[in-house]
């Protein structure tokens, strides 16, 4: 059953037969670039519902007497707004930040960047698929079940979600599908984890070292790993608590709750800081999955358009398995308030700090890669230096609420939103970004508009910057992250004006991704065609038609001679040598 | 240099499906393939041992996340924390399970020996004990409720439930597997995979029981 690459080349086969009818085709497909789109098109929509929701809050946040059409009663109630609180960091850390990354970019890259023809587990990789749709369809559910969405905030805390409706319209049919759902999305991401460690593990293209994947590939396969080790720990949990919610078990409730001056009889015994260690610990790691493939992206994109290797492979690679075994040591450092004992508080804080480490590496090692390169500012590479921006500023905070003694202070205030939005959400968003503008040509076979791009770029990155750096000073003067209505609070009050500015700011930078949504479909209908290497990039995606054929490379199979950078190689002709060009037939300067 | 090549090869036989078929003629799915009699392999054989290492780290994490809040839930203050007697029929139990895995790896060596008969029938011997496990776990169920004993009567009945119950569901899967590889799995390549890769599972589920009958036996 084998047959061998041979020197001269690489292996042919007779191109594969396309599933023929829409359903094999488009719906339930195997081939994992249409599972790659689907996931893409799923974070989409999510991604369209949690801005909505965000902006809703910010509108709530200003004028919170304002008269709603949508609203029974006419204005949002306290409980509406922290229902709005949850489903939006819900959706957009489950269903947007891990899905298009990974499941989207992730699925559709990853065979191709290494050579394979497909996923190890083509079905099984439908089946992650179809099982996060069903998670979706859940959590909307969330919204029109009676008592509409859950109130205990993305991190679902006990007692609060474990008690039932007692504790809020939400907390009764709607925190059960929450539950139901985040189950769900586990175990889908649990099956497409161990697709993309199998195929990233066995199905290498002859040639393709370790040391030859590009960085893309790294980020990916990590994140598989955290994703693997994590995910099952959150299903656990999140099976526990449903037990308490349904069957009346005492895994989380504590005995002598009192809600709305009723005593809650049926539960005893349990630790609400038992679920709080089994959601961070998933919680924790759940961050980096969202973030380590937008790093993975922007050292690709940087090397790519800065048309130099990226600086320092070997230790980018290291920096990612860093960042991931570290990852999962640091939990702790979500729970420094709930009484831990100083020295596990002061452990977990010295490991914390110890990830900007590898986070420095990273970060100097793009520096070093733009440095004295032929920068291109190309949409794709603007997001990607706006990740790099956006990955310090949101990282530095991280340094001071890594501390105890600090974090008691600032824990539970808009200083951690502002943290957590910079260095994981809007720059995640910007990693997202950077590969849609990056691939979108080998997608979907056509470009994606220029000027429209640089539009969308600067008006989404200077209007992140205006909403989430002055959350800092609301934070840092005591503003509390979830209070509905901050003009209510004395020593808040004159800080008012700000949040009409992140506000004003929110809405101007949701209406600027408009121009995003219309140059997307715009393009993917009459963009100019793209050739196979548009970028003259080197890694083995663009060594295929734009888009690529159902088996990827038509029936041929690369062999791979040389790293994933080969940019600028002094002597050789053209400022790029491609992955898989053989040694002997690489131009050189004559 | 294409000298240091890492992997091996990976072939990849055109679809050879009549009209309406067509995708790959791929081993999608779930460890064990077959069903696809064109005799191609597209994926190497050894990614499905490399899925099933992985599936158990998936696994062990999600029973690791219940242990460690059995331990912690168990020594709480104001646990209210009374010890289960864990029911007799228990040992039993993991005397069949244990007997399952010498079973197995006897079928394991018949296989290697190509003796199919001998294989199939300390298979279907691994199968009927894996079958009586599960059936004696419902029976100690079944006890401890004519006791009076429920999900939510004690914490550590909650816990005795969800290890059992969570541990019970994953060792169905293997009985299915196992009557899978019995019955379906008939493409010689594929078969040595599948045998490979339902053995890795049931042993671990074995180890795995023997694990949390300790942990409940002993740190009750």
């Known amino acids: 059953m084998s047959s061998h690459a041979h020197a001269g080349g690489s292996t042919v086969h007779a191109p594969m037969a396309e599933p023929s009818g829409f359903i094999r085709k488009y719906i339930f497909s195997v081939d994992h670039k249409v599972i790659g789109i689907q996931y893409f098109l799923l974070a989409l929509t999510a991604v369209v519902v949690g801005i909505v929701l965000s902006l809703l809050m910010r509108f709530h946040l200003v004028w919170p007497n304002a008269t709603l059409p949508f609203v029974s009663g006419g204005q949002m109630s306290q409980e509406q707004y922290l229902a709005l609180v949850t489903m939006h960091g819900t959706i957009m850390v489950f269903f947007v930040l891990t899905t298009a990354p990974q499941g989207g970019f992730g699925n559709y890259f990853l065979p191709i960047q290494i050579g394979a023809p497909d996923m190890a587990f083509p079905r099984l ?55 139901v759902s985040i189950s769900l999305f586990c175990l889908a991401s649990l099956l497409g984890a161990l697709n993309f460690i199998a195929t990233t593990i066995d199905l290498r293209a002859p040639g393709m070292s370790l040391m030859r994947m590009p960085l893309t590939v790294w980020g990916w396969f990590v994140t598989a790993i955290l994703g693997l080790l994590a995910f099952g720990v959150l299903l656990a949990g999140g099976i526990l608590l449903l037990l308490d919610r349904s069957a009346n078990t005492s895994f989380f409730i504590p005995a002598g709750i009192v809600v709305n001056d009723q005593l809650q009889t049926l539960h005893s015994g349990g630790s609400p800081l038992l679920w709080q260690h089994l959601f961070w610990f998933f919680g924790h790691p759940e961050v980096y999955i969202a973030i380590l493939p937008g790093m993975g992206v922007a050292s690709h994109v940087l090397s790519t358009f800065a048309r130099k290797p990226v600086y320092g492979y070997r230790a980018m690679a290291y920096a990612i398995c860093a960042i991931g075994f570290l990852g999962f040591m640091v939990w702790g450092h979500h729970m420094f308030v709930s009484g831990m004992s100083p020295y596990s508080g002061f452990a ?72 957590f939005h910079l260095v994981m959400g809007v720059a995640a968003i910007f990693g997202i970004f950077a590969a849609t503008y990056f691939w979108f040509p080998k997608m979907f076979g056509r470009m994606m508009n220029e000027p429209l791009g640089k539009i969308h770029f600067w008006f989404t990155f200077v209007g992140a910057y205006c909403i989430f750096m002055p959350m800092h000073f609301i934070g840092i003067a005591g503003g509390i992250r979830r209070y509905a209505d901050a003009s209510a609070v004395g020593f808040l009050a004159h800080l008012q004006p700000v949040h009409e500015f992140m506000t004003i700011a929110a809405f101007i930078t949701g209406a600027a991704q408009l121009l995003f949504l219309f140059n997307f479909f715009y393009s993917l209908k009459f963009g100019p065609k793209a050739s196979k290497n548009p970028w003259n990039a080197t890694t083995l995606e663009w060594d295929t038609d734009s888009p690529p054929p159902i088996d990827n490379f038509g029936g041929h199979y690369p062999s791979v001679y040389r790293g994933p950078y080969e940019f600028s190689v002094p002597g050789a002709a053209d400022d790029f040598i491609p992955q898989w060009v053989e040694p002997s037939q690489v131009a050189r300067v004559k | ?143 401890l409720a004519a006791q009076g004993i429920f999900l939510a009567t004690n914490p550590s009945s909650s816990f005795f439930y969800v290890f059992t119950g969570a541990h019970g569901a994953h060792l169905l899967g293997g009985i299915l597997a196992l009557l899978y590889v019995q019955f379906r799995a008939t493409r010689k390549v594929a078969r040595g995979t599948a045998i490979e890769v339902v053995s890795m599972y049931w042993h671990f589920m074995d180890g795995l029981w023997v694990f949390l009958f300790l942990l409940l036996y002993l740190g009750r």
């Open chain 1, 348 to 419: 977990f804080s010295v490991l914390t700090m110890s990830i900007g480490v590898p986070s420095a590496i990273k970060t100097f090692n793009w520096l070093g890669t733009l440095w004295g390169g032929q920068i291109q500012f190309k949409s794709p590479m603007l997001f990607a230096l706006g990740f790099v921006s956006l990955f310090v500023s949101g990282g530095l905070s991280g340094l001071f609420l890594a501390q105890p003694a600090v974090d008691n202070m600032l824990h539970a205030t808009y200083y951690v939103v502002a943290h």
């Open chain 1, 125 to 179: 990789n439908m089946l992650s698929f179809w099982v996060t749709f069903l998670a979706f369809v859940c959590i909307l559910a969330a919204f029109v079940v009676p008592g509409g969405a859950p109130i205990s905030g993305w991190t679902g805390y006990t007692p609060l979600s474990g008690l039932g409706e007692i504790t809020g319209p939400g907390e009764g049919w709607g925190q059960t599908m929450w539950i």
């Open chain 2, 1 to 143: 240099m294409p000298g240091t090549i890492v992997t091996e090869e990976i072939e990849l036989i055109p679809s050879d499906r009549g009209p309406g078929g067509g995708g790959f003629s791929g081993n999608g799915g779930d460890g064990g393939d077959g069903g696809d009699s064109s005799g191609a392999t597209r994926v190497p054989q050894r990614a499905y041992i490399t899925g099933m290492f992985i599936a158990l780290a998936g696994i062990l994490m999600f029973f690791m996340a219940f242990v460690s809040a059995y331990i912690v839930r168990k020594d709480m203050p104001n646990s209210a924390w009374v010890p289960l007697q864990v029911p007799r029929i228990l040992w039993l139990n993991t005397l069949l399970l244990i007997a399952s895995s010498f079973t197995l790896a006897r079928a394991h060596s018949r296989f290697s020996a190509k003796d199919d008969e001998g294989f199939r029938h300390w298979w279907a011997t691994t199968t009927f004990l894996g079958i009586f496990f599960v059936a004696g776990q419902i029976l100690a169920w079944r006890q």
